[in-house]
């Protein structure tokens, strides 16, 4: 079973296999439908879903000028308001990007590289980078709780963004190519707003997150038959929308107990990609 023409690995698909490469297998190269739901309460679910992406949206129309004022009017929602007035109070663009004349920023921002002769793309809620050279990615994680950091260390959004915006990202940069060194991703949680996770970057990472990245998608091009097994860890079934296909229980998981409630703002496919939107394309 190859991959689809023209397919793009992404921090989600890539995420999907390491997780359960037999939930790669259902979405992307068989195309399943969602048979379940993935956490119960099943309305409140999909609430904070709307609230996450709702507010992604605030954030982006604040990136192209919109008032404040107007931003919060539109706000229906008092625990989104909640969020917003945390934003407003905390102002983590300028605290993690700084405010300085030249600095190159922009919202929603689509990225894409090569890696072992495939396509990989990511979509950043803020990017910023400064004259000095200096690059900060920003990404809001509008889930119930603060996640740990080591939860967050282990998630391949935080091997992806940093190592694309090294590899595609020169052209930002006065066509320099970015110091590994002068990346930091910073995690901001609308629902912790005075703790947020930094993670700084280096040669070192650029250099492991290269060979984890192309072994891993070499590693899924060439799966066949038996190369999807389902996860040993049953415990990620319960929130899994596929569970029903491998006899995994039909009962969803509580919503308070997804940890991996990681982007209740974000899609199971977290790029809707427009080619005429992405930056740059190095392979």
């Given at each position: 079973?190859?991959?689809?023409?023209?397919?793009?690995?992404?921090?989600?698909?890539?995420?999907?296999?390491?997780?359960?490469?037999?939930?790669?297998q259902l979405r992307y190269l068989l195309a399943l439908q969602w048979p379940a739901v993935q956490a119960e309460p099943v309305e409140e679910h999909e609430q904070r879903m709307v609230l996450g992406q709702a507010f992604h949206r605030m954030v982006q129309q604040r990136l192209v000028g919109l008032p404040e004022e107007a931003i919060a009017r539109a706000a229906s929602n008092a625990e989104l308001l909640r969020w917003w007035q945390s934003f407003l109070a905390y102002r983590p663009i300028t605290a993690f990007c700084g405010d300085q004349p030249?600095?190159?920023?922009?919202?929603?921002?689509?990225?894409?590289?090569?890696?072992?002769?495939?396509?990989?793309?990511?979509?950043?809620?803020?990017?910023?980078?400064?004259?000095?050279?200096?690059?900060?990615?920003?990404?809001?994680?509008?889930?119930?709780?603060?996640?740990?950091?080591?939860?967050?260390?282990?998630?391949?959004?935080?091997?992806?963004?940093?190592?694309?915006?090294?590899?595609?990202?020169?052209?930002?940069?006065?066509?320099?190519?970015?110091?590994?060194?002068?990346?930091?991703?910073?995690?901001?949680?609308?629902?912790?707003?005075?703790?947020?996770?930094?993670?700084?970057?280096?040669?070192?990472?650029?250099?492991?997150?290269?060979?984890?990245?192309?072994?891993?998608?070499?590693?899924?091009?060439?799966?066949?038959?038996?190369?999807?097994?389902?996860?040993?860890?049953?415990?990620?079934?319960?929130?899994?929308?596929?569970?029903?296909?491998?006899?995994?229980?039909?009962?969803?998981?509580?919503?308070?107990?997804?940890?991996?409630?990681?982007?209740?703002?974000?899609?199971?496919?977290?790029?809707?990609?427009?080619?005429?939107?992405?930056?740059?394309?190095?392979?």
């Open positions: 079973m190859t991959l689809p023409p023209g397919f793009q690995f992404s921090q989600a698909s890539l995420q999907d296999y390491v997780d359960c490469p037999r939930r790669f030249g600095t190159w920023m922009r919202g929603e921002y689509m990225l894409a590289g090569g890696v072992g002769g495939h396509r990989l793309v990511a979509k950043y809620d803020v990017l910023s980078v400064a004259a000095t050279g200096q690059v900060t990615i920003l990404d809001w994680k509008t889930s119930t709780k603060r996640t740990p950091d080591d939860a967050l260390r282990e998630r391949l959004q935080t091997r992806v963004y940093p190592f694309l915006a090294v590899q595609a990202g020169a052209h930002l940069n006065g066509d320099r190519p970015i110091d590994p060194s002068h990346v930091t991703l910073v995690y901001w949680f609308p629902e912790a707003p005075g703790s947020p996770a930094r993670i700084a970057y280096g040669p070192e990472q650029y250099a492991a997150d290269h060979r984890y990245l192309t072994d891993l998608i070499g590693l899924i091009a060439l799966a066949e038959g038996d190369g999807f097994p389902m996860t040993q860890d049953e415990s990620r079934c319960r929130f899994c929308v596929y569970r029903s296909y491998c006899d995994r229980g039909s009962t969803a998981g509580r919503l308070d107990e997804l940890i991996a409630a990681w982007d209740l703002g974000a899609a199971p496919e977290d790029i809707d990609l427009d080619f005429e939107q992405i930056g740059e394309i190095a392979f």
